[in-house]
């Protein structure tokens, strides 16, 4: 074991540097006095090329990620990016063309573009879609702008309400709530579906549609889907699909058969491209053609094996630049190649065997809030027998010390003490008997030695984290002044603090 931990910031000094620029190849042309800097380059940190990649490196080394353990989020779907994705996302044709480049000089990629669209479709069961949204929430808003662009269109401007069980992922009240509409929540039944009773009680002439996870943020498959679509629809509303959970029911479900008329697919969770600190996603959208000619723009057409693209008619418009995130097309249209259609099928058959693997081996000693078939994620409870002291949060924080990322916690919010664990596919038996014994372990421990819970993680580099404070008072970048603040240290400015010795 190596005691000396070199420093990771404050290794600026005057005159080092780090980077060369090359010769000029180009002719050198004087730029107009007013674009010249007139102050000097002040406040760079100045290093030699050795610190900057040792500060990376060791910045990197202390990410828990999904290159280096299991990550058991729910609602999140955090797989591994399989490597031959970059490999084609590299390819020169892919990775050099602009996106102002004329349609005809960028036939391939307009394919690609097509070709994913009508996977999608079919693999969804709708009729069109469109790759324009970044990401889950995005295509989200999309849907529900349709939804206002399609009922305004037909003159029906008294819908001003949208549906959204209490199940659902919070973007989707938000999603409503942006786009102007009031948000109706309808409860869930006992047996973790929709409420019908609740839900016909609210629907109504004011009903612009319902958005319904599906399976929803139980991980549980509503049982009652057609019926509540029926119910929607015969008040003349839309029925929203949020298909983040689309991993459990490729290849067995199709949204678009089951009474669903739009809908997102989350390319960077089901169909495997990187989720990258909140981006580049896709949140792709599919709809039945009514409802085609509100969607965003542009979309990709062929014609005689020409292929260019158009935004509809009645585009509720643009929601991103250009055509989207083209890199995410490639990797999600690889994965979708490369698996074909039973492979699709044998994705979700393996994501909802291994959730209820962890189910039936975890739920003696973690309640399970509706012990029945899950679909690809499982929500237990922390709250064990015989250790009232012990929360969720405590069991999440020794998971780390067992070197597993924690679940999602706390979520979803009609479970008490929830711990929602989505393992995917792509985790092994032996990882999931790791995860058990691990979260087996800490059953006990939290009867017979509490601390141990109460003080983790007392593996990783930080400790317990003030996690209220870092949501309401976060320090959005390096300040050595409110870091020393934080720490309580006297030491507040830069000459205060200890130098390193090498
Ligand atoms: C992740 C998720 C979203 C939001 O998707 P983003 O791509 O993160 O914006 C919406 N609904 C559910 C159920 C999700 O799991």
Same mark, same amino acid.
């Given at each position: 074991?190596?005691?000396?931990e070199?420093p990771?910031?404050? =290794?600026?000094?005057?005159? &080092?540097?780090?980077?060369?620029?090359?010769?000029? *190849? /180009?002719?050198?042309?004087?730029?107009?006095?007013?674009?010249?800097?007139?102050?000097?380059?002040?406040? !760079?940190?100045?290093?030699?090329?050795?610190?900057?990649?040792?500060?990376? %490196?060791?910045?990197?080394?202390?990410?828990?990620?999904?290159?280096?353990g299991?990550?058991?989020?729910?609602?999140?779907?955090?797989?591994?990016?399989p490597?031959?994705?970059?490999?084609?996302?590299?390819?020169?044709?892919?990775?050099?063309?602009?996106? =102002?480049?004329?349609?005809?000089?960028?036939?391939?990629? =307009?394919?690609?573009?097509?070709?994913?669209?009508?996977?999608?479709?079919?693999?969804?069961?709708?009729?069109?879609?469109?790759?324009?949204?970044?990401?889950g929430?995005?295509?989200?808003?999309?849907?529900?702008?349709?939804?206002?662009a399609?009922?305004?269109?037909?003159?029906?401007?008294?819908?001003?309400?949208?549906?959204?069980?209490?199940?659902?992922?919070?973007?989707?009240?938000?999603?409503?709530?942006?786009?102007?509409?009031?948000?109706?929540?309808?409860?869930?039944?006992?047996?973790?579906?929709?409420?019908?009773?609740?839900?016909?009680? &609210?629907?109504?002439?004011?009903?612009?549609?319902l958005?319904? @996870?599906?399976?929803?943020?139980?991980? !549980?498959?509503?049982?009652?889907?057609?019926? /509540?679509?029926?119910?929607? #629809?015969?008040?003349?509303?839309?029925?929203?699909?949020?298909?983040?959970?689309?991993?459990?029911?490729?290849?067995?479900?199709?949204?678009?058969?089951?009474?669903?008329?739009?809908? #997102?697919?989350?390319?960077?969770?089901?169909?495997?491209?990187?989720? *990258?600190?909140?981006?580049?996603?896709?949140?792709?959208v599919?709809?039945k053609?009514?409802?085609?000619?509100?969607l965003?723009?542009?979309?990709?057409?062929?014609?005689?094996?020409?292929?260019?693209?158009? %935004?509809?008619? &009645?585009?509720?418009g643009?929601?991103? @630049?250009?055509?989207?995130?083209?890199?995410?097309?490639?990797?999600?249209?690889?994965?979708?190649?490369?698996?074909?259609?039973?492979?699709?099928?044998?994705?979700?058959? $393996?994501?909802?065997?291994?959730? $209820?693997?962890?189910?039936?081996?975890?739920?003696? =000693?973690?309640?399970?809030?509706?012990?029945?078939?899950?679909? #690809?994620e499982?929500?237990?409870? *922390?709250?064990?027998?015989?250790?009232?002291?012990? #929360?969720?949060?405590?069991?999440?924080?020794?998971?780390i010390?067992? *070197?597993?990322?924690?679940? @999602?916690?706390?979520f979803?919010?009609?479970?008490?003490?929830?711990?929602?664990?989505?393992?995917?596919?792509?985790e092994?038996?032996?990882?999931?008997?790791?995860?058990?014994?691990?979260?087996?372990?800490?059953?006990?421990?939290?009867?017979?030695?509490?601390?141990?819970?109460? $003080?983790?993680?007392?593996t990783?580099?930080?400790r317990?984290?003030?996690?209220?404070?870092?949501?309401?008072?976060?320090?959005?970048?390096?300040?050595?002044?409110?870091?020393?603040?934080?720490?309580?240290?006297k030491?507040?400015?830069?000459?205060?603090?200890?130098?390193?010795?090498?």
């Amino acid at each position: 074991m190596h005691t000396y931990e070199p420093p990771i910031f404050e =290794l600026s000094g005057a005159g &080092k540097i780090g980077a060369w620029l090359p010769e000029t *190849g /180009v002719p050198e042309t004087a730029l107009p006095a007013d674009l010249l800097r007139t102050d000097d380059l002040a406040g !760079l940190p100045e290093l030699s090329e050795t610190e900057v990649v040792r500060h990376f %490196t060791r910045i990197s080394q202390r990410n828990f990620c999904i290159d280096t353990g299991m990550y058991p989020l729910g609602s999140c779907t955090m797989k591994y990016n399989p490597k031959i994705h970059e490999d084609a996302a590299r390819m020169p044709g892919f990775a050099f063309i602009h996106p =102002l480049q004329e349609d005809t000089s960028v036939q391939g990629a =307009l394919r690609l573009t097509y070709d994913l669209q009508a996977l999608l479709a079919e693999i969804s069961g709708f009729d069109q879609v469109c790759l324009q949204p970044a990401a889950g929430a995005q295509g989200e808003f999309a849907g529900i702008l349709v939804f206002r662009a399609y009922h305004l269109d037909r003159g029906d401007d008294q819908r001003d309400e949208v549906l959204c069980p209490n199940s659902a992922h919070g973007t989707n009240p938000a999603t409503a709530a942006m786009v102007g509409f009031k948000v109706v929540e309808i409860a869930t039944d006992p047996r973790g579906n929709v409420d019908l009773a609740d839900l016909r009680a &609210k629907v109504g002439p004011r009903t612009a549609g319902l958005m319904l @996870t599906n399976p929803n943020t139980l991980g !549980l498959f509503d049982e009652n889907v057609h019926e /509540v679509a029926a119910i929607v #629809h015969d008040a003349g509303g839309l029925m929203y699909g949020d298909g983040a959970n689309f991993n459990a029911i490729l290849g067995i479900v199709r949204p678009g058969d089951v009474g669903f008329d739009f809908m #997102h697919y989350n390319l960077h969770k089901t169909f495997t491209t990187p989720h *990258g600190g909140g981006g580049p996603g896709c949140g792709a959208v599919g709809c039945k053609t009514f409802l085609a000619p509100y969607l965003p723009g542009p979309i990709v057409v062929e014609n005689d094996d020409q292929y260019s693209s158009f %935004t509809p008619e &009645k585009s509720i418009g643009r929601l991103k @630049t250009f055509k989207g995130n083209f890199g995410m097309f490639v990797r999600a249209y690889t994965y979708i190649r490369m698996l074909g259609a039973a492979g699709l099928r044998e994705i979700s058959e $393996n994501a909802v065997l291994n959730a $209820n693997y962890l189910r039936v081996k975890l739920h003696d =000693l973690y309640p399970v809030a509706y012990d029945r078939t899950c679909m #690809h994620e499982v929500v237990l409870q *922390g709250k064990l027998k015989g250790a009232p002291d012990i #929360h969720t949060l405590d069991i999440a924080k020794r998971l780390i010390d067992f *070197g597993f990322h924690p679940p @999602t916690v706390y979520f979803p919010i009609s479970v008490a003490e929830s711990i929602m664990i989505e393992p995917t596919e792509t985790e092994s038996k032996r990882n999931l008997d790791a995860f058990i014994a691990a979260m087996r372990q800490i059953a006990r421990e939290a009867v017979e030695s509490p601390e141990l819970l109460h $003080n983790a993680p007392t593996t990783a580099p930080v400790r317990r984290l003030d996690e209220v404070g870092a949501a309401r008072k976060p320090i959005l970048k390096y300040d050595r002044a409110a870091i020393n603040g934080l720490r309580g240290d006297k030491a507040t400015t830069d000459d205060q603090l200890e130098q390193p010795t090498y």
